[in-house]
């Protein structure tokens, strides 16, 4: 995005024959990468147990959908025996954005396993060397691949849950998270493939191992839990905040770090992240991976991690995009997958519901990526679980969708939205339920009401996650201009 120098300027005169030499090296160094890359995810595709696209297992679910807003930029991961253990799962949902967020997403998926399984075993034998290591780019990944791939031939005798109690057993999960972050985002400012300036990624992974669960979130993509109260009723229990410039902590640490706060006057209800001097880019998330144009001023990639111990009253596990948060509550999620005809098909039902949903209660956006991991905890088919006493009606999804409760955004359990949908789409209501039968998914205006003001950007009311060069009165610190911003991809 015109932040990244070139060393062409260094080299010799093309017509001499140390400029010949040097730009062929390049063009061989650059096949050699591509080479590796293709070799690496190869190598990936084949490990058992390891789940990237629309699909199904025992104990998972996953699903996702290009919206209509171009590529879609979304991507999930469901790793089974990870680590060759094999009481131990990996998964995770990543929601790029910018230019090259698919990309962002992507890389991050495939290469923030390997740093995390490499740091944990690290962090099992005392042994801090490696975590240096992976900080040297392109070869961090051999050692990683390494490592991992070796795993895979001969099993490890550690095990965490026999020789540490549970409490050390997180902090050396959650050290490996950190670490594997840290080292994740600093190597995506070296690749020169990805143009990470102004594309980044969010980043919502858990580790299941026994009746342990680690979660570490950076953005606003969220895990909801679906779980049994005291009466037993299934209820909806959110692990993850989500971590947008609204909340007084994340806002407070950008400011001192000289990056700017506020919302659009049009959109007052969307904090963003802007540059101290420059009218951009409008960032809707306060942790992220990439962006690294926001990196000195107070966006950070450290995520916050967590760690609860299941018991036999949780039953699932969500982990789902702002595409699922933006029209459906915790609870609907909950209720959705529970309604599911069989657990296979969880993930999928959950996006066609939030599909409609959008098509409803926003009839004038257009429909964001959404990705989704459902992790089933118990061995029982999903259908006996339908059968759980709910605080809530269970009815059929197509009339679950278009419930409206609005929850705060501060705190873990009390935010139904993900805070990037305005809320004229709100006064929608029960509209929906008469009129979504007669729903066309190529028209996004079916059920828009032309005496409706919906006070939209360009006529689009789902907010995006980046902006570029808004409006707004020089001086103003952290104030916004009286115009509105004009929104893209």
């Known amino acids: 995005m015109g932040s990244c120098l070139s060393t ?8 001499s024959p140390g400029g010949r030499k040097r730009k062929n090296s390049r063009k061989k160094l650059g096949s050699r990468n591509s080479s590796f890359e293709s070799k690496r995810e190869e190598q990936l595709y084949r490990i058992p147990g390891r789940m990237f696209l629309n699909g199904a297992s025992d104990v998972a679910s996953i699903f996702t959908q290009q919206g209509k807003k171009g590529t879609n930029q979304d991507a999930m991961i469901v790793w089974e025996n990870f680590a060759s253990r094999t009481d131990t799962i990996f998964c995770g949902v990543f929601d790029g ?77 959650k050290e490996s998270f950190l670490k594997a972050y840290k080292v994740m985002d600093r190597e995506l400012k070296l690749y020169t493939t990805i143009d990470c300036f102004c594309s980044g990624t969010t980043a919502v992974t858990l580790i299941k191992q026994g009746d342990n669960l680690v979660i570490s979130n950076v953005g606003d993509s969220r895990a909801v839990m679906g779980t049994r109260d005291q009466d037993g009723h299934l209820t909806a229990l959110q692990l993850t905040v ?5 909340l007084p902590a994340e806002a407070e640490r950008i400011r001192k770090c000289k990056g700017r706060v506020f919302a659009l006057r049009d959109e007052p209800d969307v904090a963003r992240v802007w540059l101290p001097n420059n009218d951009s880019p ?43 948060w933006d029209v459906l509550s915790n609870k609907e999620v909950v209720d959705i997958v529970v309604a599911a005809p069989a657990r296979s098909y969880a993930a999928r039902a959950l996006v066609e519901s939030a599909v409609r949903a959008w098509k409803c209660k ?66 929608l209501g029960n509209e929906c339920k008469d009129e979504e039968d007669e729903a066309d998914e190529d028209d996004s205006l079916l059920y828009s009401d032309p005496g409706k003001d919906w006070s939209a950007l360009e006529g689009v009311s789902r907010v995006n996650t980046l902006l570029t060069l808004p409006r707004f009165v020089l001086g103003g610190g952290d104030k916004p201009a009286a115009g509105a911003a004009k929104a893209h991809k």
């Open 362 to 427: 926003y009839p004038t956006s257009k429909v964001d990526d959404c990705a989704v991991v459902c992790l089933f905890f118990k061995s029982n088919d999903l259908s006996s679980a339908s059968a759980i006493k709910s605080d809530e009606k269970i009815v059929s999804s197509e009339e679950r969708v278009v419930d409206d409760n609005n929850e705060g955004s501060s705190e873990p359990l009390g935010l139904n939205r993900s805070g990037t949908v305005r809320n004229d789409g709100d006064k």
């Open 282 to 324: 409008g960032l809707a998330m306060a942790r992220a991976f990439g962006d690294f144009c926001l990196k000195d001023f107070g966006l950070i990639s450290v995520p916050e991690v967590s760690h609860r111990r299941l018991t036999e009253k949780d039953e699932f596990v969500v982990l789902a995009s702002d595409g699922i």
């Open 97 to 173: 954005h910018g230019p090259y967020g698919h990309m962002v997403a992507k890389r991050v998926r495939d290469s923030l396993p390997l740093k995390l399984c490499a740091n944990w075993e690290v962090n099992l034998k005392g042994d801090g060397s490696l975590g240096e290591t992976n900080l040297n780019g392109t070869g961090s990944m051999n050692l990683e691949s390494t490592s991992f791939l070796a795993s895979n031939e001969e099993s490890r005798a550690v095990d965490v849950e026999g020789t540490e109690n549970h409490e050390n057993m997180f902090q050396i999960l």
């Open 242 to 246: 989500d971590l947008k410039p609204n």
């Open 8 to 15: 062409e300027s260094r080299s010799p005169v093309l017509n």
